[in-house]
């Protein structure tokens, strides 16, 4: 493939099929990463296999693996599939921190499918979540670089003290803005960085060019997960492909409530405190809830924080020469913002 | 410390406090062991360092990293704390799986203590467990041996396969023995025969020693979850720290069960498959179950089948040379039946 070397002529436009753009500049890898993480799923226990097809076939965006195979070959790797098999590594502890979410926020809906959880019990994702954590560190092990494992060991931990940090501002709506952020870091920030770097790591770049994709991944991450935020309150449950209001059925305090909250009249304060932290909820709570982040502006400035992001995912990229790789990066976390309609 | 050097002078009588002299022998490395538990357990998250502090507080017998400090000891091992941080991450390993375990089986005791899942709630076990699996991947990824994390990982993916099949087998009395004992090599025996195993390994000691020790801890664990497995429905509530019929209430058919099935007359079977297949249960049935079990000699039996695993187990040290250590690990397999009154 001869992406990685391909003279930068980028359109500024960004197209919102950024994401499938990037795949097809690496529909090789994605196509052997694929196969990788279907292969390696495979246990003696029947229903391990089943769970693990049923989630796989959801597909999701793989939005994770790719952003290792792009950083990998954008950074001149090709010693090898070093990279598909770290990509799948990311795609299995992913999976694993999905099917214990849809456990823990008690959800219907994953990738547009019923959840794990819907479908089979709570038991079973617990479980098969484990194994699918076990076996991407596995993975890791076969690949066999100590700087890998610790990159990826670190960020798992972080996204689990992302998850209960979760857990404990729920509920809270004396969250701080920053606290709010820590737990975005966490639960989705960090395995995006881990998952560009490692890129960097596979191609035996300088620690420079690994820092810039850790930092890069970051801030797509964080960009990613305020949207997504957004959308909570914003999407179509189809384009979404989870319900919408999950997040303010479950009592979460997003960034779009917590600017509505601290903009709010004190009429509109005891709202929110009634339907997030005592959790009564009537079918008109969400509705009006929308209406109040309509008046304060909240999604719009929600997603204006994660263009700040954005843009600093992309300068992020500067160091690496112009690529068709690097631009479609860059394309990427517009793409982010985009979502929002 | 000079136990394993000192020659065997070995009491066939096996005593009851064989766990209380192993944890004598190796006095220094065991308040090494949970200091390194304690310190590592640290987290910038409040609600993680409250729920280690809860498991940990309430002790256990801590008999899986006493497992990886004498098989060191025993092997040798003198050049550092490579076994005690080795030891802090199997703890760690296996206060992940308990916490999952209590709310799979929606356990209400642990160690004699309230479950986290009791005091908390399900979420909470669920993120401080993958936490607490996250941080002993990261403590060997600071040991820096693949060899050591290779071990642990696969024990790690045979435990998660184990636990998925007790899901699959539960409720189910056709399940086999052989079935059976699946789900025990992987629930239980998996994660003692890689405890004892990264003993030999930091000894640096040959294949046939870390095989030796495998097979030590492998059967050693078979028989421990045998003799559970009869506690069950044998053991004092106090003595046992968990509640008794547990396994009977949540359906679990374990051997117990298996050979009372088996020997069974028709009427026998039927309640059987009543009580555990339908779930529809009485206060007279635990008693009555406990009944069947006397009458078929199951208890007995089961002792007995763990004591072939001990006999097995304890065969396996034979190609090291006497010691105290080896001594007291013979002796903590006796230990293992004489649990049963």
Same mark, same amino acid.
């Given at each position: 493939?001869?992406?990685?070397?391909?003279?930068?002529?980028?359109?500024?436009? %960004?197209?919102?099929?950024?994401?499938?753009?990037?795949?097809?500049?690496?529909?090789?890898?994605? #196509?052997?990463?694929?196969?990788?993480?279907?292969?390696?799923?495979?246990?003696?226990?029947?229903?391990?296999?089943?769970?693990?097809?049923?989630?796989?076939?959801?597909?999701?965006?793989?939005?994770?693996?790719?952003?290792?195979? /792009?950083?990998?070959?954008?950074?001149?790797?090709?010693?090898?599939?070093?990279?598909? @098999?770290?990509? %799948?590594?990311? #795609?299995?502890? @992913?999976?694993?921190?999905?099917?214990?979410?849809?456990?823990?926020?008690?959800?219907?809906?994953?990738?547009?499918?019923?959840?794990?959880?819907?479908?089979?019990?709570?038991?079973?994702?617990?479980?098969?979540?484990?194994?699918?954590?076990?076996? /991407?560190?596995?993975?890791?092990?076969?690949?066999?670089?100590?700087?890998?494992?610790?990159?990826?060991?670190?960020?798992? %931990?972080?996204?689990?003290?992302?998850?209960?940090?979760?857990?404990?501002?729920?509920?809270?709506?004396?969250?701080? $803005?920053?606290?709010?952020?820590?737990?975005?870091?966490?639960?989705?920030?960090?395995?995006?960085?881990?998952?560009?770097?490692?890129?960097?790591?596979?191609?035996?770049?300088?620690?420079?060019?690994?820092?810039?994709?850790?930092?890069?991944?970051?801030?797509?991450?964080? /960009?990613?997960?305020?949207?997504?935020?957004?959308?909570?309150?914003?999407?179509?449950?189809?384009?979404?492909?989870?319900?919408?209001?999950?997040?303010?059925?479950?009592?979460?305090?997003?960034?779009?409530?917590?600017?509505?909250?601290?903009?709010?009249?004190? $009429?509109?304060?005891?709202?929110?405190?009634?339907?997030? $932290?005592?959790?009564?909820?009537?079918?008109?709570?969400?509705?009006?809830?929308?209406?109040?982040?309509?008046? @304060?502006?909240?999604?719009?400035?929600?997603?204006?924080? /994660?263009?700040?992001?954005?843009?600093?995912?992309?300068?992020?990229?500067?160091?690496?020469?112009?690529?068709?790789?690097?631009?479609?990066?860059?394309?990427?976390?517009?793409?982010?913002?985009?979502?929002?309609?």
């Amino acid at each position: 493939m001869s992406a990685e070397v391909t003279p930068s002529n980028h359109d500024q436009a %960004a197209p919102r099929d950024a994401l499938t753009k990037l795949a097809g500049l690496l529909q090789a890898d994605m #196509e052997a990463c694929s196969k990788a993480i279907v292969s390696r799923m495979d246990s003696p226990v029947a229903l391990i296999g089943q769970v693990a097809a049923h989630i796989v076939a959801a597909g999701g965006k793989r939005l994770r693996p790719l952003l290792t195979l /792009a950083a990998a070959r954008m950074c001149g790797y090709a010693g090898g599939q070093r990279h598909v @098999h770290l990509a %799948a590594c990311v #795609e299995f502890i @992913h999976t694993a921190t999905l099917l214990h979410d849809d456990v823990v926020d008690e959800s219907r809906l994953r990738r547009g499918l019923d959840s794990a959880n819907a479908i089979f019990d709570n038991k079973t994702p617990i479980l098969v979540g484990d194994f699918m954590f076990a076996r /991407a560190f596995q993975l890791m092990v076969e690949d066999g670089s100590l700087h890998v494992l610790r990159i990826l060991c670190t960020a798992s %931990a972080t996204i689990a003290e992302g998850e209960v940090l979760q857990l404990v501002t729920q509920h809270d709506l004396t969250t701080t $803005e920053e606290r709010y952020l820590d737990v975005v870091r966490g639960k989705t920030a960090a395995l995006f960085s881990a998952a560009a770097q490692v890129g960097a790591v596979v191609a035996a770049r300088p620690l420079a060019e690994e820092d810039a994709l850790a930092s890069y991944g970051q801030d797509l991450g964080i /960009a990613f997960q305020l949207v997504d935020d957004a959308l909570d309150y914003a999407a179509d449950q189809a384009v979404l492909g989870k319900t919408v209001g999950d997040d303010f059925r479950e009592g979460k305090v997003t960034l779009p409530v917590l600017i509505a909250y601290a903009d709010g009249t004190e $009429e509109e304060r005891a709202f929110w405190r009634r339907v997030l $932290e005592d959790g009564t909820q009537t079918d008109e709570d969400l509705p009006h809830a929308m209406q109040l982040l309509e008046r @304060h502006r909240a999604i719009a400035r929600t997603v204006e924080r /994660a263009a700040g992001f954005v843009r600093s995912a992309q300068a992020a990229l500067s160091i690496f020469p112009p690529s068709a790789l690097r631009d479609a990066l860059t394309d990427v976390a517009t793409y982010t913002i985009q979502r929002v309609h």
